[in-house]
């Protein structure tokens, strides 16, 4: 009941939190040239 529907915000803030992490690298990454490859797997 109560405590599933928490369980289920914190797992949208968590995966929430780890897209904006992984956007926020990939952008820093572009802008310093693309020295990092892509991780296989990951399209886009």
């Known amino acids: 009941s109560?405590?599933?529907i928490r369980k289920n915000i914190w797992k949208?803030?968590?995966?929430?939190?780890?897209?904006?992490?992984?956007?926020?690298?990939?952008?820093r990454s572009f802008w310093s040239g693309n020295e990092?490859?892509?991780p296989k797997g990951f399209s886009g």
């Open 2 to 4: 109560k405590k599933r």
């Open 12 to 27: 949208k803030k968590t995966y929430f939190s780890i897209v904006q992490s992984y956007s926020l690298a990939k952008s």
């Open 36 to 38: 990092h490859p892509k």
